[in-house]
């Protein structure tokens, strides 16, 4: 099947306004895109207002009937996420959906955010997780979308201690994967005014074995080369989560071995990943 087959079947979401963080590149690009080729309202939150203006204006090319707002929104700086929020609250607070899609990989090693958190721990999870209680505090009847990992079904140990930059940048990016995993199930279990997915876009790039030592790294890229798919197809996913016929608490990953890559399909969340200890 072809993602443009795929697509055919997927209903138009009639101008329903969904809010997109990371919006402007890779996933959350395509995402973009997939939404309004469907109708969608799409509000774009993005740390560039330069970049996200370009953007914008190169999606109207392709869909000069788009409804297209943009919103400020750096997830590492909390003075950022506040006002995102207030913005939110006054403009766009008619939302049906919020997708966290944005997220880093391999930021310099040791840089830290403003509030001295390493990068990749602040950006995936403290300043997402400060953004969704300012939303659930305010809004109700909501769908939130949270952006998971394969390689957060790792092993995390009970003692890890998520604020320390002593882990490998792939580590880090391990942690903060499976603290998004324990807020999605923790938003779940706890909070009955919402609905809660979690998804996984499978594997898209090679730069996933940055962060190891020789010959694992050329191994892993070998094996990438082999086991991933297109960025298109792995924000199929997150489109899927947004549809009417997904519910709150599924558990939503490509198809295809080792959920590395294939059209989207809903699983049973494992309960080895309730790490509800990582919720801190």
């Known amino acids: 099947m072809s993602i443009n087959k795929y697509l055919s079947h997927i209903p138009s979401f009639n101008n329903k306004k969904i809010l997109v963080t990371g919006a402007t590149a890779g996933i959350g690009l395509s995402l ?3 939404l309004l080729n469907k109708d969608a309202h799409v509000v774009m939150l993005i740390r560039n207002i330069e970049k996200g203006e370009k953007v914008k204006e190169e ?28 913005e939110i609250k006054e403009k766009h607070n008619d939302f049906y959906a919020f997708v966290a899609n944005a997220g880093i990989l391999y930021p310099p090693k040791g840089k830290r955010s403003k509030q001295n958190n390493p990068l990749t721990i602040e950006t995936n999870y ?21 952006e998971g990992s394969v390689v957060a079904g790792t092993k995390i140990k009970k003692d890890t201690d998520i604020y320390s930059d002593k ?18 199930y923790h938003y779940y279990i706890v909070n009955k005014d919402n609905e809660f997915l ?29 086991f991933s798919h297109s960025v298109n197809k792995a924000s199929l ?8 016929d997904s519910q709150n ?19 049973s969340f494992p309960n080895k990943r309730k790490r509800d200890f990582l919720y801190k």
């Open 59 to 86: 999606l109207l090319e392709q869909y000069p009937n788009a409804l297209i707002d943009i919103v400020k929104y750096d997830q590492s700086d909390y003075e950022s996420i506040d006002q995102a929020f207030i």
């Open 237 to 244: 996913t997150l489109l899927k989560a947004l549809l009417e």
């Open 126 to 146: 403290l300043g997402l997780r400060r953004m969704m209680d300012y939303l659930l505090s305010s809004f109700k009847n909501k769908r939130y979308v949270l």
């Open 198 to 226: 979690l998804t996984e876009p499978g594997i898209t790039s090679s730069d996933i074995f940055r962060g190891f030592k020789q010959p694992i790294k050329s191994l892993g890229k070998a094996f990438v080369k082999i």
């Open 249 to 267: 608490g599924d558990y939503i990953v490509p198809r295809g071995i080792f959920t590395f890559m294939g059209y989207p399909k809903k699983k």
């Open 167 to 184: 882990y490998s940048l792939f580590k880090q990016y391990n942690i903060s994967k499976a603290c998004v995993e324990a807020l999605f």
């Open 32 to 34: 973009t895109k997939q």
